[in-house]
């Protein structure tokens, strides 16, 4: 008896398959929780369970890089396993979270508890960027990759986010640490400074569309070029989170002409929104980087398509109504988007480049949101990409569905999206972690929360 007459445990058969080779028909055969075989669509084999992806598109699944799971001390807006349903639903298989929880992850012992919480509740595998303040630099020094391979820096803080680094000298010592130990540094790249000195110019906002104007697009400009040069003194490698402007684009696709390793991200709703849409849904989108004009967010769509970008991350941020809808002054910034990433670009992919095959377009969306991120965080052995010997994490995908987002369609704990009532084309149907189906749309049911805490190189 050969291999292959042994049952697999699992068939995903008949699909348009999205590999790195390209896209192809196809069937993939899994065994032990890992890609076993790739094979024609009408191949005869045997397995344990079967799903039929005959029409649809089999996606890796999505790696979402940049989410607030608020574990531990915020969980009132979000939780762990809420948080994780909502990922599952949107086709993520993994998730990277942030440490601006309470107490925030600053030592390697945070992130031990912080695993300790979620082990049980995760229908998805997870891994922590640690975090760093100026008297918690120390810390970074041999860090254990077990524990995180990445670094966040705010750089200008919120609700959520006291522990700001202005100290110029502290800055470039976390770039030094990091470059030494071969971590990532990830960053909000506002200028904090530049905020507090505005804030002591011109009055608190009374409006959402007053925001804005108090949290520039200089913010982010000014501490761009400042992570620009430090990369180009210490060398380390930097990613930008939640790119928002025009500018920020042009200066870090230069940085990386350059030779310098310098990657950027985009969000859903830097994509899908803009100034124009802050009448309408107000609070929704009272975001940190705020949401900025149309041009800013034509050049994001530029640098998707042109490869510019290299991940896209949700910042899945919930809060509740009561505090979104405190006065404008007050209101934290962040929302729900875990759910919607997949869809929401996807959306957007379609409307903007009608004539395009949907196979093209979802290779890139699949390199921007699977590959690329497990290529930077330390997962690209095992994840990110549809290949014999990874682990089955796929996502059958309706590319022609259309539907609209509403309010029974969110499983975040916040309870609200600021997608409900948008018109969404294609849909996640079915997403497996490790070879297990986590989540159905067609019976709502999700599967075991078994998700793992992964190491540096995926398991």
């Known amino acids: 008896m050969t291999e292959h ?7 995903i058969r008949g699909g348009r398959l999205v590999t790195p080779e390209g896209v192809r028909p196809g069937t993939v055969a899994v065994r032990g929780g890992r890609i076993g075989a790739l094979l024609p669509a009408d191949a005869p084999v045997t397995a344990t369970a079967t799903i039929d992806a005959a029409g649809r598109h089999v996606l890796p699944g999505v790696i979402d890089s940049h989410v607030h799971f608020r574990t531990p001390g915020l969980t009132h807006k979000e939780d762990w396993a809420h948080g994780s349903r909502a990922a599952a639903a949107g086709g993520v298989t993994t998730v990277i979270d942030m440490p601006n929880t309470q107490p925030p992850m600053h030592d390697p012992k945070d992130a031990w508890a912080k695993a300790a919480l979620i082990e049980g509740t995760s229908l998805v595998d997870y ?79 009374t409006s959402y569309r007053a925001y804005e104007p108090a949290r520039p697009r200089t913010g982010g400009i000014v501490a761009v070029a400042r992570v620009i040069e430090l990369v180009r003194a210490y060398g380390t490698a930097a990613h930008v989170l939640h790119t928002s402007s025009a500018e920020e684009c042009d200066l870090l696709m230069a940085a990386r002409e350059a030779g310098l390793p310098v990657t950027f991200e985009a969000t859903p709703h830097h994509l899908s929104f803009t100034r124009n849409d802050i ?15 149309e041009r800013d967010r034509e050049r994001l769509w530029e640098a998707l398509i042109q490869d510019g970008l290299a991940t896209l991350g949700s910042d899945h941020a919930p809060h509740t109504v009561e505090e979104k809808t405190r006065p404008p002054a007050d209101a934290p ?44 965080f330390g997962l690209g052995r095992s994840k990110g990409r549809i290949e014999v010997g990874y682990d089955a994490d796929l996502v059958v995908f309706d590319a022609d569905a259309t539907w609209f987002m509403t309010a029974d369609d969110v499983r975040s704990k916040c309870g ?43 398991h």
Do not use: C, N
């Open 279 to 293: 009448t309408r849904l107000g609070a929704r989108i009272r975001l940190s980087p705020a949401i900025r004009e």
């Open 416 to 458: 609200w999206s600021a997608y409900e009532g948008a018109t969404l084309v294609g849909r996640p149907e079915t997403t497996i972690r490790r070879g297990e189906v986590i989540w159905d749309r067609r019976t709502g049911e999700f599967g075991t929360p078994d998700g793992r805490w992964l190491t540096g190189d995926g």
């Open 333 to 376: 910034p962040g929302l729900p988007g875990v759910q919607e990433l997949l869809p929401a670009v996807f959306t957007g992919m379609r409307q903007r480049w009608p004539d395009r095959p949907v196979d093209d377009l979802l290779t890139q969306l699949t390199r921007l949101a699977s590959a690329r991120p497990a290529e930077l």
């Open 127 to 205: 891994r922590f960027h640690m975090g760093v303040g100026a008297d918690t630099v120390d810390a970074l020094v041999d860090l254990d990759p077990r524990v995180a391979t990445s670094v966040k820096v705010f750089m200008a803080g919120h609700h959520t986010a006291p522990h700001v680094i202005h100290d110029p000298a502290v800055l470039a010592k976390v770039f030094e640490v990091a470059a030494a130990g071969g971590l990532r540094v990830v960053l909000h790249a506002e200028d904090g400074g530049l905020f507090d000195l505005l804030d002591g110019y011109l009055p608190s906002p």
């Open 5 to 11: 007459d042994v049952p697999y445990d699992l068939v």
